[in-house]
């Protein structure tokens, strides 16, 4: 189950935030994503915590749980990407 509205994803925590949802979602519990991708549970914390893994990493966890990567144009973000961001931020 994607969130929604879905942000673009423009940095590492944004990244890190958006496949905690998916995995918590699609009801995922984190010792078995870490088991069916090969990946240990303490990268799967620093992968949803938005710090450095590499792009192997990221892609065996994102595979594992059904998902891609799609690379667009980033563009501006639109005023309603940056409500919700600075919402998300006071919260």
Do not use: C, N, W
């Not at 938005?50 to 144009?73: H, N, P, Q, W």
């Amino acid at each position: 189950m994607t969130p929604s509205p879905a942000l673009p994803i423009r940095t590492k925590e944004d990244l890190g935030r958006m496949i905690r949802q998916l995995r918590l979602g699609d009801g995922i519990r984190a010792t078995d994503l870490s088991s069916k991708s090969g990946r240990s549970r303490d990268l799967l914390h620093r992968l949803e915590s938005g710090r450095d893994v590499t792009t192997g990493a990221l892609l065996d966890v994102l595979s594992s749980m059904g998902y891609a990567i799609r690379i667009e144009k980033a563009g501006l973000p639109t005023l309603d990407e940056m409500r919700q961001r600075f919402a998300d931020e006071d919260d």
